[in-house]
């Protein structure tokens, strides 16, 4: 089945405790995304990547690393998570092409609670 | 700086009565897309559009994209309850940035 996973799906940690939400896609697409969804703001860019070895910042990246080390993986890395990091963050994917039908497939979410 | 805004933020209707949503945009997009996101789920895609003056329908939904006035639409067509959801649209600025409206929280009364 093609799809976007994400782990963990639910997570509480303490502020400062450096953390790492994986995302893995199967479906052989060049770009990767990561949002957060925060209520009354919709979905915000972190960070995106091209292909492997090529990402760049979004509209939110501040307090995120990301790595695109192989073509299915996107790790989101939180050095030293802050209580204004809680939020639902979406892994997403597509191929990145021009193509007509060329669409973001997302993730089922990870909810992060920063205490 | 692309922005995209929707509106109205919330919508509740009556099944059977039509209605639109509307999503602007500030600056130039190659391309508009129009997602789903029921309540404690993931997003789901429902249309790209890629040209002025496109159209695309999906049973009761029929999105359309004006990219002089910089606005597409999303018409809801006879609602029923199954389509009570969060509605996102979203623009492409360059060829890898997606900048997401705040979205429209859809509720279909029976």
């Known amino acids: 089945e093609a799809q976007v996973t994400q782990n963990p799906r639910y997570l509480i940690t303490v502020t400062g405790k450096k953390l790492t939400v994986t995302c893995s896609q199967n479906?052989?697409?060049?770009?990767m995304s990561w949002y957060r969804q925060d209520p009354g703001l919709g979905l915000r860019q972190i960070y995106y990547?091209?292909?492997?070895?090529?990402?760049d910042k979004g509209d939110v990246p501040e307090g995120y690393k990301v790595s695109r080390k192989e073509k299915r993986n996107f790790p989101l890395i939180l050095e030293s998570p802050s209580p204004n990091q809680t939020s639902l963050y979406f892994c997403?994917?597509?191929?990145?092409?021009?193509?007509?039908?060329?669409?973001?497939?997302f993730g089922p979410g990870t909810r992060l609670t920063v205490l | 700086e692309l922005k995209v805004e929707q509106n109205p933020l919330f919508l509740s209707m009556q099944e059977g009565k039509n209605y639109t949503i509307y999503c602007n945009y500030s600056?130039?997009?190659?391309?508009l897309y129009w997602y789903r996101q029921d309540p404690g789920k993931s997003l789901e895609s429902l249309f790209v559009?890629?040209?002025?003056?496109a159209v695309k329908q999906e049973g009761r939904l029929m999105a359309s994209l004006d990219t002089k006035a910089r606005l597409s639409t999303l018409h809801i067509t006879a609602a029923v309850h199954d389509l009570s959801a969060t509605y996102f649209c979203?623009?492409?600025?360059?060829?890898?940035?997606?900048?997401f409206g705040t979205g429209t929280r859809l509720k279909v009364l029976a």
């Open positions: 997403a994917s597509s191929f990145g092409r021009l193509a007509d039908t060329d669409t973001q497939y």
């Open positions: 979203a623009a492409r600025s360059g060829t890898y940035k997606y900048i």
């Open positions: 479906m052989n697409h060049e770009y």
């Open positions: 600056t130039t997009s190659d391309r």
């Open positions: 559009l890629l040209s002025n003056g």
């Open positions: 990547s091209m292909n492997v070895e090529v990402t």
